[in-house]
């Protein structure tokens, strides 16, 4: 039963572009239209009920009913009028709190999107550094910016949408995830004039890649020996994987600057960019670098962001979700195991992904918990290392068969091959179960 979904869809395709206001969300052959949370599922409009993975695409890490606490706060701020072109004390209260328990990052500035923040983080290093050029990941991604949105290697590289100048590309640097050698090539080559490396920590919207042993400690000595800046863009791990100190706590690595979004804003809308003083006080007014927003700081997001990240921290929540994220890989280890022993089980802490890998299938099988690129693994070669190997998947099977499947069992997967699926603290132990039946129904 999906009527009241279609005739929406048939509603919004009159008013909004594909009939929706996020490309990804436009599923074959329409969406489902949320009613409403609960826990950890959602309700469409024909009151279907879905056990949910999507979890907004990562901003939701204690699922759909927000704890009281969180609810209270974010009702306060609300109704003690929606902003003010002033600044409050939430968002010291929140930048405190980040500034705490994230290693690199001293000082920040909020903004509205991940979006916003990668665009501000990659002029933030232009300006710090005097130079144009970044070198980005394939299959990376950072949200809808012009200068990310590139197709091609290396420096042949071409915007990936039309309506932005052949000219934005050419400063624009594309290198394999995971290839410490492309990467020192391009060094060698450019070094002098690469403002930035921009890298997710694990590639988390196509895959999930982990980065395999020592890949971001070469990238961090190429920037620091070329006197580039090295930027991670935490906006899909930040405050999910690794726990409080993200995921660069996790891997040990400090990047000059980090961007946030997602989790950080407690389900409304936000980023930030983050770093060491000396380069966050070149933004305006104590900088040069211009930098400005109607809505940033927002203070019923800074309260949302502020009291889940508290919650979080006093209840433990990490230890949690993170267990669970244990448990669904591992059974997805044994599902695979005994249904399609070629796929590939990904993902750290309450993030994972099955790869429809074509030529995975070894007797042994290392990982048992999602690939860590252990190089003594007997898989090592067949995981995905970068973008295009994770492309190479049967992307099509993935989308147009298991995702259906998926859905008719009552399970929510984002729709295709390369983003992450997620849980939260509302997921329980009956909800991987029933996560884990599903999968072995739909192999
Ligand atoms: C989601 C995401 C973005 C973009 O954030 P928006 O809030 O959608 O603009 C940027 N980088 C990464 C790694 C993301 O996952």
Same mark, same amino acid.
Request: glycine share 18%; net charge negative.
């Given at each position: 039963m999906d009527e009241n979904s279609r005739a929406l869809y048939d509603r919004a395709l009159s008013v909004a572009p594909g009939g929706v206001n996020s490309s990804v969300r436009a599923i074959h052959p329409y969406p489902f239209f949320v009613e409403r949370g609960d826990g950890a599922h959602v309700i469409d409009a024909d009151g279907n009920r879905y056990l949910d993975c999507v979890m907004g695409y990562g901003p939701l890490l204690l699922g759909h009913d927000l704890p009281e606490r969180v609810q209270s706060a974010i009702q306060r701020e609300a109704a003690a009028g929606?902003?003010?072109?002033a600044p409050t004390e939430r968002e010291v209260e929140l930048a405190e709190f980040v500034t705490r328990h994230v290693p690199s990052v001293e000082m920040l500035r909020f903004v509205n999107s991940g979006t916003e923040a990668t665009v501000s983080a990659v002029r933030l290093a232009r300006a710090a550094t005097g130079r144009e050029k970044i070198v980005v990941m394939q299959g990376g991604y950072h949200g809808a910016q012009e200068s990310t949105l590139v197709a091609g290697e290396g420096h042949h590289t071409t915007p990936s949408?039309?309506? *932005?100048?052949?000219s934005f590309a050419e400063h624009t640097i594309t290198v394999p995830f995971n290839d410490a050698e492309y990467a020192r090539g391009v060094f060698e080559n450019h070094g002098s004039e690469i403002a930035a490396v921009l890298t997710e920590p694990m590639l988390g919207n196509t895959g999930i890649v982990h980065p395999v042993d020592g890949y971001h400690e070469t990238l961090r000595e190429l920037c620091d020996t070329y006197g580039s800046l090295l930027i991670f863009?935490?906006? *899909?791990?930040?405050?999910?994987?690794?726990?409080?100190?993200c995921a660069q706590g996790a891997l040990g690595v400090d990047p000059d600057l980090t961007t946030f979004g997602k989790i950080v804003g407690g389900g409304f809308p936000v980023g930030a960019i983050g770093g060491r003083t000396e380069l966050i006080e070149?933004?305006?007014?104590?900088?040069?670098?211009f930098q400005s927003g109607?809505?940033?700081?927002?203070p019923v997001t800074m309260a949302a962001g502020l009291e889940t990240l508290r919650y979080v921290a006093d209840e433990d929540v990490y230890e949690q979700v993170n267990a669970l994220g244990q448990e669904v890989r591992e059974g997805l280890t044994d599902v695979v195991a005994d249904r399609a022993p070629e796929y590939t089980v990904v993902g750290r802490d309450s993030m994972f992904k099955l790869i429809f890998t074509r030529d995975g299938a070894t007797d042994e099988r290392h990982c048992t918990a999602g690939c860590r690129q252990d190089e003594d693994c007997s898989r090592f070669e067949h995981c995905p290392k970068d973008g295009a190997d994770v492309g190479r998947a049967d992307t099509e099977r993935w989308e147009r068969l298991f995702w259906p499947a998926m859905k008719a069992q009552g399970v929510f997967l984002t729709?295709?091959?390369f983003e992450s699926q997620f849980l939260s603290a509302a997921h329980t132990e009956a909800d991987v179960e029933t996560l884990l039946d599903a999968y072995r129904e739909a192999l």
């Open positions: 929606p902003m003010y072109g949408s039309p309506g *932005i100048p052949e863009d935490e906006v *899909i791990t930040g405050f999910r994987v690794g726990g409080l100190q070149q933004f305006t007014p104590s900088g040069e670098v109607t809505f940033s700081g927002h729709p295709n091959q």
